[in-house]
């Protein structure tokens, strides 16, 4: 894997199936910078002009980059502020809940090119006192990372799956998972069951991985929510299993497991970017691939299942032989 000077890893597939630059978008939840203020300072790192959307939501647009977009994430104040933009008491409700929920940078997806591009702004939030995934043991905070798949079939699909599936131990560990958010619903693993299935199979059928998908994930509430590439490739297949109207399609992979530690200097989004490369790295090794699947099948084979500790041990060590961390 090549570093970029920045930091950030590049994957081994650049581009996309049209020979574009592979886009990548970000998500950041934190806490103790207002709309505003948050607003301020994506200015101060990005350029761009900002807009009052509601009493809840902003924008800034950056020209060459797209719509940046801050809010409260809270969907019963969102609808509010939408329908009654102006009232002084949805102002006040914004302003109040602005202390029990988060608030959310959403950035547009830039190429791999430009991830550069979002260091100042994390710089710039944590000078105005943005706190994350440690500041309360109710919201937690994460970061989600928007990968754009690189092509669009089922075995690409099928080698991220299982690439993500036998790391997801692993992963928690490398990301240092806040224990709020593990206990969480929004980020739950595969289940173990689904993982055997998936190197059982030895490739798959894209009606095979829909099926297999949503007969175990039936949820948004996933590590690495699959439900928007499969929505992009069919979305009544989908809706069909999930009436769930938050399902957005779109052809990118909804990697949901990182901290948000925006108020530690040491912190990095590239240090999270790396990890999901991890993933990226191993999906394009077949051989590996193989070879990490049959050992853990071994390793869950037993009458009690996968010892996870166990593991993660193994997968670490097999990590650094390889080069892959």
């Known amino acids: 894997m090549a570093d970029s000077d920045s930091g950030f890893v590049m994957p081994p597939i650049r581009e996309n199936e049209s020979g574009?630059?592979?886009?990548?978008?970000?998500?950041?939840?934190?806490?103790?910078?207002?709309?505003?203020?948050?607003?301020?300072?994506?200015?101060?790192?990005?350029?761009?002009?900002?807009?009052?959307?509601?009493?809840?939501?902003?924008?800034?647009?950056?020209?060459?980059?797209?719509?940046?977009?801050?809010?409260?994430?809270?969907?019963?104040?969102?609808?509010?502020?939408?329908?009654s933009q102006g009232e002084d008491w949805v102002e006040l409700l914004s302003k109040t809940a602005a202390v029990l929920v988060p608030t959310e940078v959403v950035c547009p997806p830039l190429p791999l090119s430009r991830l550069d591009e979002l260091i100042p702004l994390m710089t710039e939030l944590r000078d105005a006192g943005a706190i994350g995934t440690e500041e309360t043991l109710l919201a937690a905070y994460g970061v989600h990372i928007n990968t754009e798949l690189p092509r669009q079939n089922a075995t690409t699909i099928d080698a991220y799956l299982r690439a993500f599936s036998l790391l997801q131990w692993?992963?928690?560990?490398?990301?240092k998972v806040n224990p709020a958010r593990r206990v969480s619903p929004y980020i739950d693993l595969y289940p173990e069951l689904y993982v055997r299935q998936l190197i059982l199979r030895e490739g798959a059928s894209m009606d095979a991985l829909f099926s297999d998908y949503l007969q175990h994930n039936a949820t948004r509430n996933r590590a690495l929510d699959m439900l928007p590439i499969l929505?992009?490739?069919?979305?009544?297949?989908?809706?069909?299993?999930?009436?769930?109207?938050?399902?957005?399609?779109?052809?990118a992979f909804h990697y949901r497991l990182p901290n948000c530690q925006i108020e530690k200097p040491e912190w990095s989004l590239s240090g999270?970017?790396?990890?999901?490369?991890?993933v990226e790295e191993l999906a394009y090794r077949p051989d590996e691939l193989d070879d990490l699947g049959r050992r853990f099948m071994d390793a869950s084979s037993g009458l009690l299942g996968l010892n996870r500790a166990e593991w993660q041990k193994t997968v670490d060590i097999w990590l650094k032989d390889r080069g892959l961390v």
């Not at 607003?39 to 940046?68: C, D, H, I, P, T």
């Not at 692993?170 to 990301?175: G, I, M, P, T, Y």
């Not at 999270?272 to 991890?278: I, K, R, T």
């Open 20 to 83: 574009a630059c592979r886009r990548v978008g970000f998500e950041l939840e934190f806490s103790g910078v207002d709309l505003d203020s948050t607003a301020k300072a994506l200015q101060a790192a990005m350029g761009g002009e900002v807009a009052e959307l509601s009493a809840a939501q902003r924008a800034v647009e950056v020209e060459g980059a797209g719509e940046f977009r801050i809010e409260l994430d809270w969907d019963f104040l969102l609808r509010t502020a939408g329908k």
């Open 170 to 175: 692993w992963l928690v560990e490398a990301h």
């Open 231 to 251: 929505a992009e490739i069919d979305r009544e297949r989908v809706l069909r299993a999930i009436d769930d109207p938050k399902i957005k399609p779109r052809p």
């Open 272 to 278: 999270e970017w790396n990890l999901w490369c991890v």
